[in-house]
């Protein structure tokens, strides 16, 4: 609510009281009873803004699986511990095949002395002392002969677990000789060199979500680090229930700090553009709208804080957005906003570094 003195506002009443103890007038601040104060001011200049959405989203790794056997077997041989790094096709665990091991040998025996009498009657046939008949059967036994062995030989392969990808492996949670039946888990194996994050959109903002867009998450366990990612996938479904999208983005994680499961706060940067900005500690908000005091030049030399009306629109970061009222390079107060007045002789002191830099500023929320 703004007070009003005889029929002006109060900042028109402070501004001409300002105004008479200037020089010229009676004693005042900036008069020959006193000095000019000393202010801190910032320049008013362009900045990135976005739309803020704040939401909460679970990491998860790049590529994760259970270690689990395809078959009920005993595990024969581990070649992992916990926490070792493995690489693409690297054997981990080696299950019992002594049977499936004699039966590929008899196999590949039969094999062989199939592929030897085909040669034969391969020779004979050549010579005109075989039929094509004959030929053919033979050949058809020393194709099921070959046929026997690669079924051998996936049936060892399916007693041997690899890592599919490289990657990290967790705790282990079995030991040489247990018994194993598919599905019992033997350990994780996790790629976590990038993280994917999930989190889900209200259906009211989806147009301002795509691929591309860059986010800011944050987790507990590193409240003084931001990690900085872009949206990958957004889903082609919105839930009926609970009318959101689920949206994926992907966060570099060289450093493998982020692990999978950990609950993040994520801020989706949609929407950038510049604008004029100033600090919003420059701001006195009035029941009107917004003013800030502008440092002008005086007559006669000197300078003096000029009370401004401005229009802001966005805050965030410490900054606002100023949509009317400034123009680019125009300073303003800073510190010792509340004690100054209209018209007041002011000594500048320094220009306030920016709050938020030529970088993107963050929302909040």
């Keep these: 609510m703004t007070l009003v003195v005889a029929g002006k506002s109060l900042f028109s009443a402070v501004g001409e009281q300002a105004s008479a103890s200037a020089p010229g007038g009676a004693k005042g601040p900036g008069g020959p009873g006193g000095g000019a104060p000393s202010v801190v001011v910032a320049s008013a200049g362009m900045h990135t803004f976005t739309d803020g959405l704040q939401v909460l989203g ?6 994760s699986i259970v270690l689990t ?14 926490g070792d790094r493995v690489r693409r096709g690297q054997v981990l665990v080696e299950m019992a095949n002594v049977e499936q091991a004699a039966d590929l040998a008899e196999a590949r025996a039969s094999s062989e002395a199939a592929q030897e009498e085909l040669r034969r009657y391969q020779e004979l046939y050549d010579r005109g002392f075989a039929s094509q008949a004959r030929l053919d059967t033979v050949r058809g036994a020393a194709d099921a002969a070959a046929a026997r062995v690669n079924a051998g030989g996936s049936r060892i392969a399916d007693r041997t677990i690899r890592a599919p990808f490289a990657g990290v492996v967790g705790l282990r949670t079995a030991s040489p000789g247990q018994y194993m039946r598919p599905g019992d888990q033997i350990g994780t194996l996790d790629d976590i060199s ?14 301002s979500i795509a691929a591309g867009v860059e986010i800011i998450a944050r987790a507990g366990a590193y409240p003084d680090r931001a990690f900085q990612g872009q949206i990958a996938t957004v889903d082609s479904r919105v839930n009926p229930t609970t009318r959101t999208v689920r949206v994926r983005a992907i966060l570099p994680n060289s450093d493998e700090m982020l692990r999978p499961g950990m609950l993040m706060t994520v801020d989706v940067r949609s929407n950038p553009r510049q604008a004029l900005a100033i600090p919003e500690i420059a701001i006195l908000d009035q029941a009107d709208g917004a003013y800030v ?8 030399g000197g300078q003096q804080a000029e009370l401004a009306r401005i229009q802001t ?17 125009d300073r ?7 004690s100054m007045r209209p018209g007041l002789p002011v000594q500048v002191a320094g220009d306030a570094p920016a709050e938020a830099g030529a970088s993107e500023l963050r929302p909040r929320g």
């Design 58 to 63: 679970t990491a998860q790794a790049r590529e």
């Design 69 to 82: 056997p395809k078959v009920a077997d005993t595990i024969r041989l581990l070649r992992f511990e916990s």
């Design 194 to 207: 990038e993280i994917k994050l999930d989190f889900d959109v209200p259906e009211t903002r989806v147009s």
């Design 293 to 300: 005091y502008r440092i002008t030049a005086r007559e006669g």
């Design 313 to 329: 629109g966005q805050r965030s970061g410490g900054m606002a957005e100023v949509l009317d009222g400034l123009a680019v390079g």
């Design 332 to 338: 303003v107060v800073t510190e010792g906003v509340q």
